[in-house]
Every structure is written in structure tokens, then in C-alpha cells.
């Protein structure tokens, strides 16, 4: 049993159901998407660093995150909590910072569940709610086409470096932290991408580019190229990654939670979604490679100055990492 | 901290959205009602006597159970479940059990998250989505009008029994087991109701009749009184009481689990309603009392034979039963 097995088996049970950072209801001529994303103590956060106030801001930006890659509208949230009662004032301050953040992101609380927890261990379950702006404008997983371009909103391995410096309890490196303690759910520019029609596939990074763009070409059933020379670290998080006694290709490439937004674009109209994406948030796409025909099998291939290259690196998932995270 | 405080809090917070068992999303033309519940082992359940495939069924009724509250047709649910890597094959056993309650009950699993649990106890957290069949046709609890005749439609304490015996570790009672551990969500008897307009408000007993029926009278700014004599165990539950060291007064008021139906009537139809269930599903409504004018503050009276009574009675609360379950 693994991540991937449980949601191999339950898309083979509901085949056209799963599939994307959140599921689409139907109705009428709106569509609502919905998704759901659990955090607990100990395996997506400790409470040696974050801090209730945080907590509460990344269990909603996580599952924001997830409208956003669908280029909707998140109008609501459920919220389920299972808490020691010992925990109460960690609580307290967490529901506060939550009904804040709520308001702050314009989303409804509409209803949840709390319920005691047998440890002292905290499970927080989010479900959110949102709304396509317009009909047949949701953008999927499995809908890039062969020559599109691979664009990245947001950064690559940030949240990673950080994560890195709060687990060794190293000083510093705030800017890093932030990312990993608040991310940011690219919402606007979801909703942007999402008015384009050359915008052809979309996701969110939330284990990070290797896995994630696994699955978007794997859902699309074609392949892509990672040009490494393409996208790189400034010489500070080169510096940030050797202190911290971190790959910083793997780094890039397989680091988790950043919660940037990877989507494909119509190779004609790369350019232009680059400089109008600039000019409307104030921030570069990082052009990552290029989809393309999958032969035999999807596969995705990293490539350094023309030729391909290998890399080793280590996949992501919950139930193995028992021992790092 | 607890439960009810915690509800109050987050009430406070968003005054218009949160109070039924499921929450309402007003779509166009349809009404989406979704509602979420935690199951958390040596909480909600043991799996010293709760097996995968019960367990699997149980956390889907408790789910359909909420949406039948509301008069709803559920269509659909997403599933959280963190478990520990040594839970494998019970995880296993559980997800094909799943899958296959959710389609005998013709409800598709729309997605979810699967992670890892620090420990070896399993954290279930359901999502469920139900569709009103026609326009303003769903039910609320805070619609209960003065003289209404309250009704139950569904055991009340039989589960509790079983649970009593089962933690006991007392053979035999499978009746009562089984109604612990395989409830049953009255969607039928939910949709039937949902169509007459006579029936002002309605909600499911997940944590007693006490309690919820107090949460019913408060939401509507009534008060109850609960007439003893009109229902009563059989010998035979009076005799499983007595061995398993139960009250059988206290095990009918606050005994949970049965996720009944608890509803109110006009009082001019109620004998009407009563007979055309009894046709419809085959089983006897309990008339439980009526529901009364508030004087002062919202209130549940006892009436034994006449006269008010006074019962000794330990209200529920996730947080605080940290002893017993």
C-alpha cells in the first residue's frame, strides 16, 4: 500500500470521477469544483515552527491552492478538526486565525466537524468549494497537447530549502521559511490562466515538479522535456542549498509545498502569455521544457544544454517517508 | 474547549451558514447540500470489534444519515484517510469495502487524500454531497412551529445497547451490535418527508435524542416536551439493559448512534403522517412529545404519565469522554 496504489485503485473504481486537483459537479451551466486535503502533526507540519496563526493560514492557502489550479473561484470551505484536549489554547488561537484567514480569502466557512483526538497529535480535513467564472473555462490534467509549451508560476524548491532549515533547526534563511510556513495560493493567476485558451493543461505543485509533472503528462498520456538550463537558483540559494547540505538540481526538481502553479501553453502563444503574465503579477514565468508525443510509454526526460542527463532522485510519499517527514 | 464551544465560535462567526446537518450551496435552480464527519479510531470506533468492511459501510451511512437529514438525494463523496504503513491490509480490505457501499448506495467517490498517520491509529474524514429533488423542498431544524408533534422514525438506544455490550466484550445482543455497527441512513424516509409540507423540521440523532433534540428546539427558538410514556422498550431491550448495567430511560434519551430521523409534524396531519409511513417503510414512527412555545430560554421538559419528571443524564461530548470511548 502506498499514495499511489490507493488512488491507482480508487480511479479504477470511479475511472471517470478522479483526476484532478479538485472534481467538477456539474450543474446547470455553473460547475462547482471541490476538493479535500488532510494536514496532521507530525507528517505535514510540527508545531515546533509553525505556529497556530500559520497553521490556520496554510491549511486554507494549501486547499485554495487547489481551486487555483483548476483557474476557479473559491467561494467555501468545510473545515474537520480532531484535537487532544490538552491542546485547547493551541486551538483556540488556531480557529481564530482561521475564521481570519476565511474572511481574508472570501470564503465561506459553512460547516465541519470537531472532534476529540485519541493523541496528542492535531488532523485538520479541509474540503473547499469553488466556482468556474464562466462554463467549458476549468482547466484540467490531462489536456496538454504535444509542443506546448511547460510554463511555472511561482517558485521551485523554495518552500524545500526552507523546510530543510526549520527541520535542522538552522537560524536564518527566513525568506525560505516563509515559503514553506505560508505559501501562497496563486488564485489570480489561476483565474487569469484559465480566461486563456491557449492555456492548455494545468496543476498545482504541491510534492513537487518531478512527481507533479509525472502526472500531468501521464493524465495527458504524452511525454515532456525538463530543460534544466532553462530555469536555475541564484548564487544565495546555491549558497542557502550547500549550508543547508542540499542537491540543488533535486532541490528544483523534487522539492514539495510550494504551491506554484504548472501549466502548458500553445507554443504560438508562449510568448505572449509570458509577457502579459509579467506585466499582470509583477513576476517571471520560469519556462521549465515542452510536452511531447509520448513513445511506447509517457515518460518525462530531463535534458542539461541538449543532451539528456540523469538524475537521482528520491519520489515523494507520505507512507514511506516515515523516517524524514 | 469543546465540541459545543467550539461550534458556538465558529456559528458566531458566520451567523447565516452554519446549523443544519448539512450545509446548503444555492445554485441557480438546485439546492447542494454537503456535510463532512470525522471517524477516528478509539473514538469512533475499535477495531477490536469493528472490521474493515463494517467499518467502511458505517463511515458512508454516518455520511448519507446527515444528508437524509435534510431530505436529500446524496450523489456523491470524497474520501480523507490517513493510516500508519502496518495498516496495510486493513486499509486495503476497507478501501474495496468502500467502494462498494458507495455504489449500492449510487454515490460516486469524487477524490479525497490518502496520507500517512504518525501512529497506528486509522483518521477517516468523509465529505458528502446530496441534491435536493425539487426547489425548496429541503428541511432544517430551526423550522419547528409551536404544537408540532415530534417524531422519530428509526430506534432510539438500540445502538447504544450494542455499543454497551461490545466494549463490555459481552457475547451475544447482535441485534443491538449490529445496529451499532452497521446503522442505517434513511434516505427514503428522508426524500418521502422532504415532500410534505406538514413536516416543518427535521434533523438525524447522531449524539442522542436528548441532545438533539435540543439542538432542534434552540435552532428554532422553541422548547420540547419529551412524553416518556409514549415509548418504551420491549421486555427483551428492558432485560438487555438490566444485564449490561444500563438506565433504560437514560439509554432511550441519550443513547447515540442510531441516526434516526427527528422530526416535527402539524399537529392536524401528524396522525396522517403516521399511517402513511407505517404503509410506506413498513416500520412504526415513535411519537415522541410536541414541541411548545419558548418561555424565557428554549427548553427540553420530561413528562412522565402527566407530570414533569427529572432524569439524570450525562450529556455527550467527544472532548471530555476521554474515560470511557
Chains 1, 2 share one sequence.
Not at 121 to 135: D, E, Q, V
Not at 137 to 160: C, E, M, W
Request: glycine share 6%; with cysteine; aromatic share 10%.
Amino acid at each position: 500500500m502506498n499514495e499511489a496504489h490507493i488512488i491507482q485503485f480508487l480511479k479504477g473504481a470511479f475511472p471517470e470521477e478522479i483526476g484532478d486537483d479538485a472534481a467538477v459537479i456539474q450543474q446547470q451551466n455553473t460547475e462547482i469544483v471541490i476538493s479535500k486535503d488532510l494536514l496532521i502533526e507530525e507528517v505535514h507540519f510540527r508545531r515546533r515552527y509553525q505556529t497556530p496563526e500559520s497553521l490556520a493560514y496554510k491549511a486554507l492557502a494549501v486547499n485554495l491552492s487547489d481551486i487555483a489550479a483548476m483557474g476557479a473561484q473559491p467561494f467555501a470551505v468545510f473545515l474537520g478538526l480532531a484535537a487532544h484536549p490538552e491542546d485547547g489554547p493551541f486551538v483556540d488561537i488556531f480557529l481564530e486565525s482561521f475564521v481570519s484567514a476565511c474572511k481574508n480569502a472570501q470564503v465561506k466557512l459553512l460547516g465541519g466537524d470537531t472532534t476529540r483526538a485519541p493523541s496528542k497529535k492535531l488532523y485538520l480535513s479541509l474540503t473547499i468549494l469553488g466556482r468556474a467564472l464562466s462554463p467549458h473555462q476549468l482547466k484540467h490534467r490531462h489536456t496538454a497537447q504535444s509542443g506546448d509549451i511547460i510554463f511555472v508560476a511561482g517558485p521551485l524548491g523554495y518552500a524545500h530549502i526552507g523546510f530543510t532549515a526549520l527541520e535542522k533547526n538552522v537560524a536564518g534563511y527566513e525568506s525560505y521559511k516563509d515559503h514553506f510556513l505560508n505559501p501562497k495560493a496563486r488564485i489570480d493567476e489561476g483565474l487569469w490562466l484559465s480566461t486563456q485558451s491557449c492555456v492548455h493543461a494545468m496543476m498545482d505543485i504541491s510534492d513537487g515538479l518531478w512527481i507533479d509533472l509525472q502526472k500531468l503528462v501521464q493524465a495527458s498520456q504524452h511525454s515532456a522535456k525538463i530543460l534544466l538550463e532553462n530555469f536555475s537558483f541564484t548564487d544565495a540559494d546555491l549558497v542557502a542549498c550547500q549550508n543547508l547540505g542540499l542537491s540543488d538540481t533535486e532541490t528544483r526538481l523534487t522539492g514539495g509545498e510550494d504551491y506554484s502553479l504548472l501549466f502548458t501553453v500553445h507554443p504560438q502563444q508562449a510568448e505572449k502569455i509570458r509577457t502579459q503574465f509579467q506585466e499582470n503579477f509583477g513576476y517571471p514565468l520560469i519556462k521549465i521544457g515542452e510536452i511531447t508525443a509520448a513513445v511506447e510509454t509517457t515518460s518525462v526526460q530531463i535534458y542539461r544544454d541538449g543532451a539528456p542527463c540523469h538524475v537521482a532522485l528520491n519520489p515523494f510519499d507520505h507512507f514511506k517517508r516515515d523516517q524524514d517527514y
